[in-house]
């Protein structure tokens, strides 16, 4: 599953839409009157207006919705893809420095 972020600027309006996206389709899913629905639209065919948006607000909530989404990932430890690999190449950083200064100290003969 997959959220589509569509900016309406000239409406002051972001929409966001689950998708279920598959090979032969792809399935749009939102709330009407509290229930879930799910709307199968084919390659090629036209989206209907029957689809609705999952969630649809002011660029101004979007913006608080946003940070704090990202606030509670973080609180959860959820990390996006970037932030994992840079913690990775920190801690590879780390022991890289500590197996510099184990040689360095051992070619000085220097003990710890």
């Given amino acids: 599953?997959?959220?589509?972020?569509?900016?309406?600027?000239?409406?002051?309006?972001?929409?966001?839409?689950?998708?279920?996206?598959?090979y032969s389709s792809?399935?749009?899913?939102?709330?009407?009157?509290?229930?879930?629905?799910?709307?199968?639209?084919?390659?090629?065919?036209?989206?209907?207006?029957?689809?609705k948006p999952l969630v649809e607000v002011s660029m101004d909530v979007f913006a608080v919705l946003l940070t704090d989404l990202v606030d509670y990932a973080k609180m959860k430890g959820i990390k996006v893809?970037?932030?994992?690999?840079?913690?990775g190449r920190l801690a590879a950083t780390e022991r890289h420095l500590e197996d510099l200064k184990t040689i360095a100290f051992h070619a000085l003969k220097i003990e710890k």
């Fill in 1 to 22: 599953m997959k959220i589509i972020i569509d900016e309406e600027l000239h409406k002051n309006r972001v929409s966001l839409f689950l998708i279920d996206q598959r």
């Fill in 26 to 51: 792809t399935d749009y899913l939102f709330y009407d009157d509290g229930e879930m629905k799910r709307v199968t639209v084919k390659p090629g065919e036209i989206i209907s207006k029957e689809i």
């Fill in 81 to 87: 893809e970037r932030e994992d690999k840079l913690s």
